[in-house]
């Protein structure tokens, strides 16, 4: 018997290993969380970098610090120096373009893998599929020779109607960083360097290219820059990308405070500053402020770039130091020395577009779908008594892999719902199937946001009738409907925000419309942000949220919807009732014109919500499973603890329901009677666990009391207030149902 127990806890150390779980089973049973850490830039180099930038001419070394195509900059073939290659982005490697300007090669070799986009693999709340991504997807990077992944892409979703919403993470600092660690990590394994971006304080489209964001010194810190600081000092992301934006009144890509005093020297950055798409404004300022290689689009010629000639110039008028240049070219060098890109012996060649990796896909995708609303059980679909379906909607057929800007990639493969329902239900079932909706919009016009008017593109709302008629007589003749809505990747995009949370393209008229038609509606959106669901919610007993999920985001969801899968999705943001409900849109500090003040300081996301009691439509947090769960026991493994500590607090998670299921445990922090302002309650800790039906595992969450702390503006240190700390347990931002207080000496 006892050998038989070892056998077991040995095999199930195996599978722990085997199966790159991000979670350490100790003998006792607990699982606890595995720690992501990167490797940092080596200094090994340095000495030959010396000697390789004695050889260089100004020119030559001048030519490394800015675009000499649209995605390199310039290499030096005599001494072997090659190009830097980098390619976006955030949802899988783009296309190859031409060299001069953004027009696509058609070529037939670089198709990659379609990843799920930033909400997606955020609503996984599972650092383990962070970093399968970036592994992944830095795989694909170095099939397709790149040294640079101009992702991953995190700032904060400090508004639902942000145009990059869809492609960043989430309203929350800590969930942010405890997923871009694992990424940067995972796609720099592959020899490939992370771009983080954008840096900083990069959370609207509107104006972007000249906004000034203002902001409390506190609020950057607590808020805007953790993830950013955790991917530099943990992770050793080796590029970050400076953002479009201003600062404080100055732009981030010559903004001396953010890349020489926080980047550089507080958190001891080695790596290299490449600016957005030209988002560099001066020579002299932007390259001493510590921007190292200035991309752009062709202006007409990469020579104009203000560090190309103009810095040429600058060095030989004396204004800028020979030095200055060598220091920026010697960290470019210094990267190529690291990636292998130069010397490049055992370089990972990668691979791209593998069943492999649309199995990645698949997996973050089936993490993500989240179940909002499911309270007459119509699902999982129970199909045998099911003669037909109607599927409805421009969304059952809808791709996602291409559309705004930066963020597209071109696939072979992207399985839609339609398809994924046709492959996996009984072929005794019909499926009725209507389009429903177009997705059309009128000609740019003139859109008031707040105080500013920009130019875009307004959605037509008007439903067709025909459609309606189809879609009302697919719903009426068929056992079940399910209606597939939601948004776009051109109506979601970069370069604008959208101007409320309404439905586009008349949705909101043909959902009632169909569950008029068949009261039996499965209402499944996919979009990467919040929209208006309040009616949704009020009419429908069924809803489902999906994302632009990637190449298998169509199977990942049709199993959801079968139940082949128990979703596990949380919201990574909060569902607000009415967008004037949301802290930057509360506080009317949103867009702003010249610049924008985030009034709402701290209070981002829940931190609003939960400290001004307005309540959600679905909090931050939340998503349904087919199981039911509960927490007992909750636990610290001691009364008192001191600044340089972990705690460690254990919850028994039941599974009180009829299916396997995974649950995230959060863990949320609140201080009663803090001397310094803070919100109701921060999420610092959160563990995905899996968990059979009908039975229990005890799950730890450590938090180092660290974690804990404030930034103190006056010492300009992180600072933990002793105390008492109470920790609630649950599992959404406003399910909390374990509580633990602990004492900090
Ligand atoms: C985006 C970046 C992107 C770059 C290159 C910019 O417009 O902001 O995220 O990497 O273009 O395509």
New binding site residues.
């Given amino acids: 018997m006892k050998n038989k127990f070892l056998y077991l806890s040995a095999a199930l150390l195996l599978f722990t290993v085997s199966c790159k779980e991000n979670k350490t089973t100790t003998a006792d049973g607990k699982e606890t969380a595995t720690v992501y850490e990167g490797k940092d830039l080596s200094d090994e180099y340095d000495a030959k970098i010396d000697a390789i930038i004695s050889k260089m001419t100004l020119e030559e070394k001048v030519g490394m610090l800015h675009g000499f195509s649209m995605f390199t900059n310039e290499g030096v073939q005599r001494l072997g120096i090659p190009e830097v290659h980098m390619a ?2 955030p949802l899988g490697i783009r296309e190859e373009l031409e060299r001069m300007s953004w027009a696509p090669l058609h070529l037939d070799n670089d198709y990659a893998t379609f990843y799920p986009a930033g909400g997606g693999l955020s609503a996984t709340w599972n650092p383990e599929m962070a970093h399968t991504f970036g592994k992944s997807i830095g795989e694909e990077a170095r099939a397709r020779g790149k040294d640079i992944l ?1 992702a991953p ?1 995190f700032n904060i979703i400090r508004t639902p109607v942000g145009g990059r919403t869809f492609e960043y993470m989430t309203e929350d600092p800590f969930l942010n960083k405890k997923l871009v660690v694992p990424y940067v990590v995972g796609v720099q394994e592959n020899n490939v360097a992370a771009c983080i ?2 840096y900083a304080a990069n959370n609207q489209e509107t104006n972007r290219g000249t906004v000034d964001v203002l902001m409390d010194e506190r609020t950057l810190r607590e808020i805007y820059l953790p993830a950013f600081q955790s991917a530099v000092m943990e992770a050793h992301a080796y590029s970050v ?1 400076g953002a479009y934006n201003k600062f404080r009144g100055e732009y981030l890509c010559e903004n001396p405070y953010m890349l020489q005093n926080i980047l550089r020297e507080e958190w001891g950055f080695k790596g290299i500053v490449i600016s ?2 030209d988002a560099v404004h001066s020579t002299k300022k932007s390259l001493e402020a510590g921007t190292d290689l200035e991309m752009g689009t062709n202006k007409p010629s990469f020579a104009e770039f203000y560090l190309a000639n103009p810095l040429i110039e600058a060095v030989k008028a004396g204004t800028v130091s020979e030095a200055e240049v060598d220091k920026h070219a010697k960290r470019v060098l210094k990267l190529l020395f690291n990636l292998k890109a130069i010397d490049g012996k055992g370089r990972e060649k990668g691979s791209i577009s593998t069943n492999a990796h649309f199995k990645d896909a698949y997996n973050i995708a089936s993490e993500s779908v989240v179940l909002l609303k499911n309270s007459e059980n119509l699902l999982p679909l129970k199909t045998d008594g099911i003669k037909s379906i109607a599927v409805i909607g421009a969304n059952a057929t809808a791709k996602h892999a291409q559309g705004g ?2 963020a597209g990639v071109k696939t072979k493969r992207e399985v839609t719902p339609l398809e994924a329902l046709k492959a996996k239900l009984p072929s005794s079932v019909i499926i009725n199937y209507a389009e429903g909706y177009k997705t059309e919009f009128k000609p740019k016009a003139m859109v008031k946001y707040g105080d500013v008017t920009v130019e875009r593109a307004e959605t037509v709302n008007e439903l067709n009738p025909k459609m309606i008629a189809e879609a009302v007589a697919a719903a009426k003749k068929s056992d079940i409907a399910i209606l597939f809505v939601g948004s776009n990747r051109n109506y979601e995009t ?1 370069a604008s925000d959208r101007a409320d949370l309404a439905l586009p393209f008349g949705q909101q008229a043909l959902i009632e419309a169909v569950k008029a038609a068949n009261p039996k509606t499965i209402v499944v959106f996919i979009a990467g942000a919040p929209f208006d669901l309040n009616k949704t919610e009020k009419e429908n007993s069924t809803i489902v949220w999906s994302w632009y999920n990637g190449s298998e985001g169509g199977n990942a969801l049709a199993d959801v919807l079968l139940g082949n899968l128990n979703p596990s999705g949380k919201l990574p943001w909060t569902m607000p009732k009415q967008l004037s409900d949301s802290p930057a849109h509360a506080t009317n500090s949103f867009p702003g014109n010249a610049s924008v003040t985030y009034t709402e300081g701290l209070l981002v996301g829940y931190r609003w919500f939960d400290t001004k009691n307005v309540a959600p439509l679905y909090p931050f947090g939340y998503g349904l499973s087919y199981t039911t769960f509960e927490f007992a026991n909750a636990k610290a493994d001691k009364k008192e603890y001191s600044t340089d500590d972990t705690i460690n607090v254990t919850v028994e998670v039941k599974n009180t329901g009829k299916a396997d299921g995974k649950e995230v445990v959060q863990l949320y922090s609140a201080k009663a009677g803090s001397k310094v302002s803070r919100a109701a309650k921060e999420l610092k800790g959160f563990a995905k666990t899996m968990v059979k039906a009908g039975s229990s595992k005890t799950v730890t969450i450590s938090v180092p009391v660290k974690e804990l702390a404030y930034y103190e503006v006056t010492t300009k240190k992180w600072t933990v207030e002793p105390g008492t700390y109470t920790f609630k347990l649950g599992n959404s931002s406003r399910n909390l149902k374990a509580e633990v207080s602990i004492v900090v000496k």
């Fill in positions: 976006d982005g101009l892409a971006k954008h990308m957005d798409w800007f930066g970069e």
